[in-house]
């Protein structure tokens, strides 16, 4: 073998390696100095659970159950299962007005926390089989699971730990319960692509707390449904911490992780459970430096940004003016997507068992809106220059598999856009390509007037995707300045658009 060979051979082997060590958490050692810590967490990388279910985007809720007849938001589990009669229900209807919507997975609440399964349950006589619904015979969750196979259209299930029915809460037996009931939703339906898990925890008929063993039930599910990934209470996606729909202006996926456990992460079959989800993820900004410098761990944990397109999350007919319209929704859509984080948006099917006609048309207009703004990148025509040029056109090349990096560790680099003629632009769009981890801690856009290049707006985080609108500009020649990044910046994607 030549030299050079030898040296090509032995980068091979040493991407193949860095890539092996690259994993979506890490321990950091008592005496890891600052510099250490931020290359630590500039490597650690989303699970592939976790960046597909990243790149869906907008995913949508149906919460749709007993509280549906009964008009209220949370059932006591005292409800007769005879008022609960959807007789046009049309799953169908929902997951075509959610894709319609641009909704590209959703999550049926199979049980809240009045206990009352849409399946019939094996364990349990509270259920769609104890209703009128198709004499006893019918399984809304089939329904839904079919609706989304034919459609194209990922499955979740939401399953309430908290139950105030089951006579067995609040003592260890609802444990198997809760396990049999898991195991036939995570059996009976196909693939699973989520499982959310509410962090509610209260009394239940006998007046006591159960003590939920999370643990067991995050097996069952890496077992039973390897692709899904485990919401809110669970160790793949974190809870924003609103239920507003709008996220953080700092968002990192990467968190401190006080609580890996060291045997699993030293054991290859086990380390997807090395995490275990602890505390209370609420506060400005979870990842920044000053957070992570005293981790015990680091952990890629990325936010979902739940809200509700009515105000409650069950359907109530005094709530049909009050809709978010597709202008609310889109700024929704800034705020979650466009903050790093994935949209989870409910749309509560009615007592008919249908989604309401405004919400099917609101979500339709919505998706319109986005496809509209985000159709042509304004700077697919500029001439890109940067410090070093390797690459640049990967930056509006809409390949998702591409990225632009500066060749030193610099974390300061500078992007310059020329074009022919100057753009009229008023939103902003940048991607790190967090396959490869989230680094960018600070950016400006700036553009040139005169001799003089005037602010047009500037952010902390991107991670997955950052959007930014501001005040309309007309210019030819515009720069977009990483100002602070964990190493070197890796960008798939830049783009300007306008409104
Ligand atoms: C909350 C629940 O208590 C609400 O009813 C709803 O299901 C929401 C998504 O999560 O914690």
Known sequence: MNFKNYI??????????????????????????????????ANIIPTERQLRWQELEVTGFFHFGINTFTDREWGDGKEDPSLFNPEALDAVQWV????????????????????????????????????PWKQGKGDIVREVANACRKLGVGFGIYLSPWDRHEST?????????????????????????????????????????????????????????????????????????????YGRETEWSVVPADNLDQSAVSDNSQQDL?????????????????????AKGLVWYPAETDVSIRPGWFYHTKEDDQVKTPEKLLDIYFNSVGKNG?????????????????????????????????ETNLLEKAEISAANVTGLPRL??????????????DSETELLFTLDEAITFNVLSVQEFIKKGQRIEQF???????????EVARGTTVGYKRLLKFD?????????????????PMISHIGLYKQ
């Open 342 to 374: 994935v949209l989870l948006l409910n749309i509560p099917p009615d007592k008919r068992g249908r989604i309401h006609e405004s919400d099917v048309q609101y979500l339709r207009e919505w998706k319109k809106n986005i496809d509209n703004i985000f």
């Open 444 to 454: 400006v856009l700036e553009y040139k007037e005169g001799d003089s290049w005037k």
């Open 274 to 294: 090395a995490f275990k989800p602890s505390g209370d993820m609420r506060g400005d900004d979870l990842g920044g430096r000053e957070k992570i410098y005293k």
């Open 396 to 409: 509006v090349d809409n390949n998702k598999e591409t990225y632009w990096t500066p060749t030193d560790t």
């Open 96 to 131: 075509k007005a959610a894709k319609d919507g641009g909704i590209k997975q959703v999550i049926i609440t199979a049980k809240h926390h009045d206990g009352f399964c849409l399946w019939p349950s094996k364990y349990t006589k509270h259920s769609v089989a104890s209703s």
């Open 472 to 488: 309309t500009v007309r210019a030819d020649n515009i720069r977009l300045r990483i100002t602070s990044s964990r190493l070197n």
């Open 169 to 245: 809460y609040g003592t260890v037996a609802y444990n198997d319960f809760f396990v049999n009931q898991l195991t036939e939703l995570l059996t009976q339906y196909g693939v699973v692509d989520e499982v959310w898990f509410d962090g509610a925890n209260g009394e239940g008929p006998n007046g006591k707390k159960q003590v939920y063993d999370f643990e067991r039930w995050y097996a069952l599910i890496r077992k039973l449904q390897p692709r899904a990934v485990i919401a809110v209470m669970g160790p793949d996606v974190r809870w924003v911490g609103t239920e507003t729909g």
């Open 8 to 41: 090509i051979s032995f980068v091979i082997i040493l991407c193949y390696y860095s890539q092996l060590n690259a994993q979506s958490y890490v321990l950091i050692e008592q005496d890891d100095l600052p510099a250490k810590i931020i290359e630590k967490a």
